[in-house]
């Protein structure tokens, strides 16, 4: 079973949560994720990509606090995207000493960079937001393990596309994980850029 060897504490919330066996996504995807490998998890909407997202990045932090700068770093379309996703973290993190930060556009720049300098092991944030960060020198990289990005259908737009592009450019290496739908031949070209050797898992829609 793929929970199984999951970190105590990730065990301990899903057994609160009722959740005993994981799904066909799940299943397949969390090893592959858990060895380090770049991976495009597709599969619909229904099927477990954001709690597979949560799961295997609280799982490569070991559910624990350590050092200042961001060592997780989950991208979603848009502020209520993010607050949702924000809201999902805390529920898996309770009671460890992780720390979840999330930023939007809407919130100001100034304001998100002192509340990270502060210190936080999570960021959940929006492309252009953080790449906004990244200019103003806001968040440092220096200490990112994992960057997922969830429902990535949303980066075929051009603006969120570029800006994808240019923060993968800030960081000097990590693990990427692309949760969609479906594979568009845009998300694709990412292979070309930051997903080198990715594996690609692909869950089909229940008949």
Known sequence: MAFKKLHAH???????????????????????????????????????????????????????????????????????????????FLAYAKYSSLRVYVGYQELHMDVQKSEIFEGIDVLIST??????????????????????????????????????LAITQSIRKCQYVIYSERLHPRLKRFEEYFMERARYIGVAAAE
């Open 127 to 164: 492309p252009k937001t953080l790449h906004k960060l990244f200019l103003l020198n806001g968040v440092s990289t220096s200490q990112v393990m994992i960057c997922s990005i969830d429902d990535a259908d949303f980066l075929i737009q051009k603006a969120e596309y570029t800006a994808m």
């Open 10 to 88: 990730l065990l301990e919330r899903l057994e609160l949560f009722s959740i005993e066996t994981p799904t066909p996504l799940q299943k397949t995807s969390i090893p592959v994720i858990k060895s380090g490998a770049n991976v495009y998890c597709t599969a619909p909407n229904g099927s477990g990509r954001t709690t597979t997202l949560i799961l295997t990045t609280l799982n490569k932090l070991k559910c624990e606090a350590e050092g200042n700068a961001p060592r997780a770093i989950v991208l979603v379309e848009n502020k209520e995207k993010a607050l949702e996703m924000y809201s999902a």
